[in-house]
């Protein structure tokens, strides 16, 4: 199982370097990830169509190939109900002519999709095109064997446009080997209780149908109770299933698909139940509904959801479009209807002809070179952000206006950026604590300064005030350490503490020393201009004035004590 479940790994996914093998992955997946691993699950429980007495080519074939023999024992005495195991899907003829059907049908689709058709029906073609892929990849190997070995193969669709409900399409209609597979890993072992199947001899059968007939009461309970577990084994099932395809959908594009695949399948479990209580209502009135308004609205309903969940995941992320390239030849004619979900320029405007197939291919080429174009971009943006960082830290605002301002795609910036924030490699927390540091230490910028030019940088507010309190701590108390100065001895400043107040005021002492030939009035200008451009208070402002005036007077008094 678990070489099952890595061989889609060896085809390439969307993203890869060369052409995307979406239509190989899918068929890969579904014979053997999903086929393949349940029915030898099944086989180990004592399940499915390999518990039979097969030789060893008979059981690497059933195992191998995406088919499922006819239930054994159902031709002359029909085994307990198995969906439609039991059923024969015709000989190597039937099947063969059925694969030719299929390849037709979709020559047909393609055709249909060249008309320029709405998406909704664009969808319904993609539903179409997948029924006939999995219907003639089954009926393919199903025919060889049948012809080779004489083996009765179960049918795998059956005209699933017909059905008239959900519960008919999903049981005897669509995708039946999957059907099959499902039913004999997660159905049959919840209804029965256990997991490892226990075969029931004719006789202790017999024995059950001539027991005595259990009380109303608790014959209405046993109902209830099978009621519910026939609804979480069908829940199961979908969840499963859904589960499956999510997996699909990570082999063919390196993701999940945010639960819209999951989405579609466990939707089915309310409509399943609202379409019997709907169905019941109506049987109570005596309401016949015709069977094709039934098909109609069971079609509808199942295309609605397929639109907003299945195939617009597969839009989002290029599955359709790699579909076609997988295709090739006419197939992406597909590509030319009116709501284009690929986002490509390519539908002719008015007056203009339909281009050919080879001008849609050219059209197609262009698109990858664009695809391939944006991912060098991002790759290049963040080159180009890591030698910024290089030379300095820098905020997220001035990486992102100096990679604009290089020419870089909007969303390969913010790739980028968001890249690197990831890793650790650049932060607004780390630049601000920085840039603070920084101002302060060279320049003696103040609080407000530096929370200013934080701000214009794009440093959120919690950032900026987190730098300067571990900068300056709470606050710059530089009016407190002014007044402890002046309640110290000389000898105690020497010894004091160079904090960021004490170092204010050593380079206030500098400057002011450095106008000392200048006027009083304009030396007193020039201190304050020089402390405002740096963003400190007036008050801090007022007071170094204060302290340097008065060290002047000091030092001018202790010159004529002695002189004298």
């Not at 320029?116 to 095109?129: E, R, S």
């Not at 209804?191 to 029931?200: D, K």
């Not at 105690?492 to 006027?519: H, V």
Request: proline share 5%; glycine share 8%; net charge positive.
């Amino acid at each position: 199982m678990a070489l099952f479940f890595w061989a889609p790994l060896l085809f390439n996914r969307i993203g890869a370097a060369t052409e995307p093998d979406i239509i190989t992955i899918v068929l890969v997946e579904f014979a053997l990830t999903w086929l393949a691993s349940y029915k030898a699950l099944a086989w180990a429980c004592g399940r499915g169509p390999l518990a039979r007495p097969w030789s060893l080519p008979q059981f690497c074939a059933v195992l191998l190939a995406p088919i499922t023999p006819v239930a054994a024992g159902t031709a002359a005495a029909p085994a307990p109900r198995r969906g439609r195991q039991g059923e024969h899907a015709g000989g190597a003829g039937a099947m063969a002519g059925a694969f030719a059907a299929k390849v037709a049908l979709m020559a047909v689709g393609i055709a249909v999709l060249r008309t320029n058709p709405p998406l909704l029906v664009v969808d319904l073609l993609y539903t179409l095109g997948l029924y006939a892929i999995l219907s003639f990849t089954m009926d393919g190997p199903a025919a060889g064997l049948s012809a080779a070995i004489g083996m009765a193969v179960a049918p795998h669709f059956d005209e699933p446009y017909l059905s008239t409900s959900l519960a008919d399409f999903w049981s005897r209609r669509w995708d039946l080997a999957a059907g099959n597979a499902l039913r004999m890993v997660v159905f049959e072992p919840i209804m029965e209780g256990r997991l490892v199947h226990v075969e029931t001899s004719k006789q202790a059968a017999a024995e059950q149908r001539q027991a005595p007939s259990a009380p109303a009461h608790s014959a209405a309970g046993a109902v209830q109770a099978r009621r519910r577990r026939r609804l979480l084994a069908t829940t199961a099932c979908f969840l499963v299933s859904g589960a499956m395809h999510e997996l699909q959908f990570v082999y063919m594009t390196g993701r999940w698909s945010r639960g819209l695949m999951l989405a579609f399948f466990l939707a089915q479990v309310p409509m399943l139940s609202l379409e019997r209580s709907l169905a019941a209502a109506l049987g109570r009135t005596g309401i016949r509904v015709p069977a094709p308004l039934r098909t109609l609205a069971t079609l509808g309903s199942l295309l609605l959801l397929s639109h907003w969940t299945f195939w617009a995941a597969a839009h989002r992320w290029g599955v359709t479009t790699a579909s076609l390239h997988s295709a090739g030849g006419a197939a992406p004619a597909a590509l030319y209807h009116r709501h284009n979900p690929f986002n490509l320029s390519v539908y002719p405007r008015e007056g203009e002809e339909l281009p050919g197939v080879q001008q849609i291919m050219e059209s197609m080429d262009e698109m990858d070179e664009q695809r391939k174009k944006s991912e060098r971009g991002y790759e290049e943006a963040k080159s180009a952000a890591l030698k910024l960082l290089a030379s300095r830290p820098h905020s997220r605002k001035e990486l992102k206006a100096k990679l604009r301002e290089r020419g870089f795609e909007l969303h390969d910036v913010r790739g980028a950026l968001d890249r690197l924030a990831a890793v650790g490699l650049q932060s607004d927390a780390e630049f601000a604590d920085t840039f603070a540091r920084s101002k302060w230490r060279q320049s003696k910028w103040g609080p407000r300064r530096i929370e200013g030019e934080l701000h214009h940088r794009g440093v959120s507010v919690e950032l900026a005030t987190a730098a300067i309190n571990a900068v300056f701590g709470e606050g710059l108390n530089l009016r407190q350490h002014l007044e402890q100065l002046e309640e110290e001895e000389e000898e105690a400043l020497s010894s004091y503490a160079a904090g960021p107040e004490q170092q204010l005021l050593e380079d206030a002492r500098r400057q002011w020393a450095r106008m000392e030939r200048l006027p009083e009035d304009a030396r007193r200008r020039r201190l304050v201009a020089w402390l405002q451009r740096r963003g400190h208070r007036w008050d801090d402002i007022r007071g170094l004035l204060h302290q340097l005036e008065k060290e002047d007077a000091r030092h001018a008094l202790d010159g004529t004590v002695d002189d004298a």
